[in-house]
């Protein structure tokens, strides 16, 4: 079955605490992102990654950092998580060929529910 | 810049009621149109798309149409479900001629419908 995979579902941590989100798509796509999702402001892009070893920020990176050593994996990282970073986390894939979309839809893991304390 | 509006929520109807949501756009080129769908607790799976002008995208009763003229996107459907209430996202894909490398999401609207 094609999915996007998160763990963990829920966390609750404290300030500081560094801690990393994993998220692992089986469908061999170029392209994830991370977003976060805050009421009234939809979702926002933190990082997104073209490929393997090719990453970006998006809207709201600052206290993020990612990876893409693999295609398949895009961790999320919090080095020293703040209060203002609890949000709801979104991992999502698609399918592209380099700069070049393909119309198709994109793919997303369930979610992180990330509280820091 | 590429860009989405969505209406703002949250919207309450009753069941059976018509909806409409709207959501307009811009964006230079040829972007795709989209319209995901998040249930409470999970994340957002795709409802429709529309990948040129004048197509319309259909599933689960819901329909939008991709209008180039007034660059908008509105989703609907003739009689909602309690089994309808979720928040709805339109977003925007650049295309494959565009330099532009990510999609854009609205800020989502929650919908609710009462028995």
């Known amino acids: 079955e094609a999915q996007v995979t998160q763990n963990p579902r829920y966390l609750i941590t404290v300030t500081g605490k560094k801690l990393t989100v994993t998220c692992s798509q089986n469908?061999?796509?170029?392209?994830m992102s991370w977003y976060r999702q805050d009421p009234g402001l939809g979702l926002r892009q933190i990082y997104y990654?073209?490929?393997?070893?090719?990453?970006d920020k998006g809207d709201v990176p600052e206290g993020y950092k990612v990876s893409r050593k693999e295609k398949r994996n895009f961790p999320l990282i919090l080095e020293s998580p703040s209060p203002n970073q609890t949000s709801l986390y979104f991992c999502a894939s698609i399918p592209r060929h380099g700069d070049r979309t393909m119309n198709t839809e994109a793919f997303f893991g369930q979610g992180t529910r990330l509280t820091v304390v | 810049g590429n860009s989405v509006t969505q209406m703002e929520g949250p919207v309450t109807l009753s069941e059976e009621a018509f909806l409409t949501i709207n959501c307009t756009y811009t964006a230079t080129g040829y972007p795709s149109l989209f319209w995901y769908v998040q249930y409470p607790g999970e994340g957002l799976q795709l409802l429709l798309k529309?990948?040129?002008?004048?197509d319309k995208g259909s599933n689960k009763g819901f329909e939008a149409t991709y209008r180039k003229e007034t660059t908008s996107f509105h989703l609907e459907k003739g009689s909602v479900q309690v089994s309808d209430s979720a928040v709805y996202f339109c977003?925007?894909?650049?295309?494959?001629?565009?330099?532009?490398?990510?999609?854009?999401f609205g800020s989502g609207t929650r919908l609710s419908i009462r028995p």
């Open positions: 977003a925007l894909d650049p295309g494959p001629y565009s330099s532009a490398s990510k999609i854009i």
């Open positions: 990654s073209m490929n393997v070893e090719v990453t």
């Open positions: 529309a990948t040129k002008a004048d």
């Open positions: 469908m061999n796509h170029e392209y």
